[in-house]
């Protein structure tokens, strides 16, 4: 590889990594950080000897909506949630982040977070005695927020019965003895089962829901994905029909209306222009990703189809059932 060759590969992947790493808000990021603000001041209030009961949150939405990567966001900026050193001289992270494994039960969860402490577990503990390990590990760490990710997974079996189990599981992690643990538990909309039937539960939780976005409503936070990766990110014009009116409700369609979806599709049509030297993103550089994305046949591609409005994303390979 050529040195003018090497450094335009370099200068590309330079790019990459700071456009994706880049956070695009939306109105509910602020509903998100009053709740974890919320959380934090309840923190306080437990260790002064009084708090609220409410020491969980919920945040429910479909895949590619963006709860993950807010929370990460909102964990890194805010101050209580940031790692601290105490007064040993020890690095302390008050938050513990862990995606439920799949398949998964309240036993294999437990395992998951206490492996995830770098601490070692033996299938034939028993569930007691795994809570028990963990609540206590918890506490040791100084882990007063547990961030569950994907928790549906732990939906598994959907009887009475075990839906009662996994909500009597999540009480008894915020009712810690003198231990003010609180909960964030983010996944699709099967979560919401867990708040149905346990008003116990429900009166312990706050919920925030990441719906999908929808033209012409949320018109002006499409566009402004546009602006952000193209222009600002990566220094690309944007070509006529992106200008048009009618491309937010395009990319919202394809995205099936998830803001998380769509950046991304955004992001890797100009990473697609850039790697071919162009100096603008086209209509053509999106379709293109569409296609290799969904595997959709031309009269099938959002982006480019006449009847566009009319399709359904999620049926783009009918034509092969």
């Known amino acids: 590889m050529t040195d003018a060759r090497y450094i335009e590969t370099a200068r590309l992947a330079a790019v990459k990594t700071r ?5 695009f ?4 990021d602020g509903k998100l950080a009053s709740y974890l603000r919320e959380m934090a001041v309840n923190v306080a209030d437990w260790e002064q000897g009084t708090g609220s009961k409410r020491r969980a949150l919920f945040l429910i939405g479909d895949s590619g909506s963006g709860k993950t990567r807010s929370l990460q966001h909102h964990f890194s900026t805010m101050p209580e949630f940031r790692p601290y050193e105490n007064e040993h001289g020890e690095t302390v992270s008050p938050v513990l982040s862990i995606d439920a494994p799949r398949p998964c039960n309240t036993k294999a969860l437990a395992i998951t977070i206490l492996t995830a402490m770098g601490l070692p577990t033996r299938e034939r503990m028993t569930e007691h005695a795994l809570f028990a390990v963990l609540k206590a590990q918890l506490r040791e760490r100084g ?17 009475s ?13 915020i009712q810690i003895e003198d231990w003010p643990l609180h909960t964030i538990y983010s996944g699709v ?5 867990l708040l149905r039937g346990d008003p116990q539960l429900a009166n312990r939780s706050r919920v925030l829901r990441y719906d999908a976005l929808s033209c012409p409503a949320d018109a002006q936070w499409i566009t402004s994905i ?6 600002e990110g990566c220094g690309l014009a944007s070509s006529a029909e992106l200008l048009e009116d009618d491309f937010p409700e395009k990319l919202c369609l394809a ?6 979806s769509m950046i991304a599709m955004v992001q890797e049509a100009c990473f697609r222009a850039l790697e071919r030297g162009r ?3 086209s209509i053509k550089e999106f379709a293109r990703n569409y296609e290799r994305d969904t595997g959709c046949i031309p009269r099938d591609n959002v982006f480019t189809a006449a009847r566009w409005r009319d399709l359904v994303p999620g049926h783009a390979l009918a034509d092969l059932a």
Do not use: C, P
């Open 161 to 173: 019965a075990a839906i009662r189990h996994v909500q009597d599981t999540l009480k008894s992690l």
């Open 25 to 28: 808000t939306t109105g509910r």
């Open 19 to 23: 456009v994706r790493a880049s956070y």
């Open 279 to 281: 100096k603008s993103v």
């Open 255 to 260: 995205g099936n209306g998830a803001f998380g």
């Open 143 to 159: 882990v007063k927020y547990l961030h569950v990710d994907e928790m549906q997974h732990v939906m598994r079996h959907n009887t």
């Open 189 to 193: 909309s099967e979560l919401a089962e």
């Open 226 to 231: 546009l602006e952000k990766v193209a222009t």
